[in-house]
């Protein structure tokens, strides 16, 4: 009988994180692959546990994915890690997932930490709606090509960065979405020197040219508020209606176009007409 694959989330920063359900599943599993052996060494260290450990990493997933595939079809059960936070949420993880469903594998994702769930709810920025958009390019041309494509999204948008990459991504940000777009930049999440601000994307520009950044941040940028088309008047109805008469068409004609085009109830547009005819005569 086939094993299992468990996605075992793991501290972004505190390790009292670390949940009850994550520490028997890495204890139970017959063996551990991990980002880097060695920072997952170091909390099966801290975690008291000894385990078989296999490298799984971005260069080598695709030679090492059919390695697990083949110890878990043999009846192993995997427990899969990241360096920090949950597995496949841009981390390694996400083709090995596909690879066990492919194979009719189960999977098993435990809850746990995740840097992007954690940022938002911290942000202060409407959680209703969002959406995740991960690591942006490193090359400027990718990096603002996504940023453009981004410009009238409504939902609230979390974006990964690295601290080197900051103040470039905030100036393309500005540009795009404006400086006074809300941001909310989550800093070393859970961890000591956690910091939140909550600020503009110009007022964030500012500050990071006067400081380089620190650590590991995620940033949570308000969704676009588009401006509302003016609703259309009476006297819009009005001189439509009138328009499209002396074009030849019937009044009846007229007021049906002008209330579809206006987008007004007919009768409205219908009054609007009668009642600027009342006021010519
Ligand atoms: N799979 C992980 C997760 O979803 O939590 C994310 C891994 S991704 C390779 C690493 C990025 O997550 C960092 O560059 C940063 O943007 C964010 N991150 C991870 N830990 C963080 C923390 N403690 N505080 C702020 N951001 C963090």
Not at 254 to 267: F, H, R
């Amino acid at each position: 009988m086939a094993g299992m694959l468990y996605l075992v989330p793991t501290p972004i920063g505190n390790l009292g994180d670390i949940s009850q359900r994550c520490r028997e599943t890495l204890e139970q599993a017959d063996f551990i692959a991990a980002e880097d052996t060695r920072v997952t060494l170091k909390l099966l260290n801290h975690l008291g546990i000894k385990k078989s450990l296999v490298s799984y990493y971005e260069h080598n997933k695709a030679f090492k994915g059919n390695v697990i595939l083949d110890r878990i079809l043999a009846g192993e059960t995997c427990a899969l890690v990241s360096d920090a936070g949950s597995p496949a949420i841009s981390d390694p993880g996400e083709d090995l997932v596909r690879q066990c469903a492919e194979a009719g594998i189960t999977v098993c994702a435990i809850p746990g930490p995740c840097a992007v769930i954690t940022a938002l709810s911290i942000s202060g920025q409407s959680t209703g709606r969002f959406c995740f958009e991960g690591f942006l390019s490193t090359a400027k041309k990718s990096r603002r090509e996504h940023l453009a494509a981004l410009e009238k999204e409504t939902r609230t948008m979390v974006f990964y960065e690295a601290p080197h990459k900051l103040l470039s991504t905030l100036e393309d940000m500005a540009q795009v979405f404006g400086a006074d777009r809300p941001i909310s930049l989550c800093r070393e999440l859970t961890k000591l020197h956690e910091e939140v601000v909550r600020t503009t994307l110009g007022e964030a520009v500012e500050k990071y040219t006067q400081q380089s950044p620190k650590g590991e941040f995620v940033l949570v940028v308000a969704g676009a508020v588009l401006e509302q088309p003016e609703a259309a008047t009476e006297t819009d109805a009005a001189a439509c209606v009138a328009e499209l008469m002396a074009q030849g068409l019937s009044r009846k004609d007229a007021v049906k176009q002008a209330a579809k085009t206006l987008n007004l109830p007919k009768n409205v547009v219908y009054d609007a007409a009668l009642a600027a005819d009342r006021e010519e005569e």
